[in-house]
């Protein structure tokens, strides 16, 4: 079973210099990126940023003050009725009955569009996966089981384009790691998603690439490794000395020694890193600090490379603003 696919170069949605003044205040200013197709797109910010004006603007339900929005290549002030034909859209809960059976809802909402069946509807419930309980009370659901019925429902009309805002809000771990395994299912077949969400961690897991948004403005737009390796990685070394090897490399001028609290590497990570000393150093600089270390005596434990996280990114862009 497969979802409309499209070429990979395809541009599905185009978001040009958009910009967006309410009461006098421009709110979104100037606001430029591009989804393509089968690529999951993450879009970050914190509470106040504009998130949530750019997707209402992205859904026709306000209009932009001045630039352009393209769905598929149309215009959603000038054509609004054929861009939108391409979005399916979730924005926070999905809007389901739980007095009905899953099965009720989606004939409830497949009524509110042209040309769908009993056949396209037992299609998306295969797609979501839920064959087992569509029959069963939507009041009888699990939080993430009705996640998936709301994304049943916006897939009623074979959109290119899946709109997620917050999608992982109230998923337990178990729930947010089958929503992760089940957008990528969908990217794979060839939808485009975007997802906007205030959980970093998630998104770098989750999408291909992102957009930060701050104060109506986008920060930065790129594939999450590219913008992660903007930061700089962390060198984490281990000595058999480890006061001789805190003063070997506080000795070396392109080496900085990273204090406790100073860094935001997983702690997980470190709990297994006994008497680890973190550094920012380049890489290319590990080799001859090795070889210094054994000149010296002093054995070299272990030495690794560790990628900073997109939260480090969003914190170093937005001067430490929170996000939530």
Not at 120 to 128: G, L, N
Request: proline share 2%.
């Amino acid at each position: 079973m497969s979802l409309h696919t499209l070429s990979e170069t395809e541009v599905v949605l185009s978001v040009k210099e958009v910009k967006k003044r309410i009461a006098g205040k421009m709110i979104i200013k100037n606001v430029s990126f591009e989804v393509k197709s089968g690529e999951i797109f993450g879009f970050l910010g914190p509470n106040g940023s504009g998130k949530t004006t750019t997707i209402r603007m992205l859904v026709g339900l306000i209009k932009q003050t001045s630039g352009e929005i393209l769905i598929c290549g149309s215009d959603v002030q000038r054509d609004p009725e054929t861009a939108l034909s391409h979005i399916g859209c979730i924005v926070e809960n999905p809007e389901v009955y739980g007095y009905m059976t899953g099965w009720e809802n989606l004939e409830h909402f497949a009524r509110m569009q042209r040309g769908i069946g009993q056949d396209r509807i037992a299609e998306v419930v295969a797609i979501v996966g839920m064959q087992q309980r569509i029959r069963d009370k939507v009041k009888t659901y699990s939080l993430g089981m009705r996640q998936r019925l709301g994304i049943a429902q916006a897939l009623l009309g074979r959109p290119k384009l899946l709109i997620l805002d917050e999608p992982t809000n109230g998923l337990d771990p178990k729930g947010i790691k089958e929503l992760r395994e089940f957008v990528r299912m969908l990217a794979d077949q060839g939808m485009s998603l975007f997802i906007s969400s205030h959980l970093l961690s998630e998104i770098q897991l989750m999408c291909d690439r992102v957009a930060i948004i701050s104060h109506g403005e986008v920060l930065a737009v790129g594939a999450v490794d590219e913008l992660v390796n903007q930061t700089g990685s962390y060198v984490v070394w281990q000595f058999d000395d480890v006061e001789a090897g805190r003063k070997l490399l506080a000795a070396e001028g392109n080496i900085r020694l990273i204090r406790d609290g100073e860094h935001r590497i997983d702690e997980s990570i470190l709990a297994g890193l006994k008497d680890a000393i973190i550094t920012s150093m380049g890489a290319e600089h590990i080799s001859a600090v090795v070889e210094k270390a054994v000149h010296a005596g002093i054995g070299v434990v272990s030495v690794q490379k560790i990628a900073p996280t997109l939260e480090e990114l969003f914190l170093q862009m937005t001067e430490g603003e929170s996000i939530g």
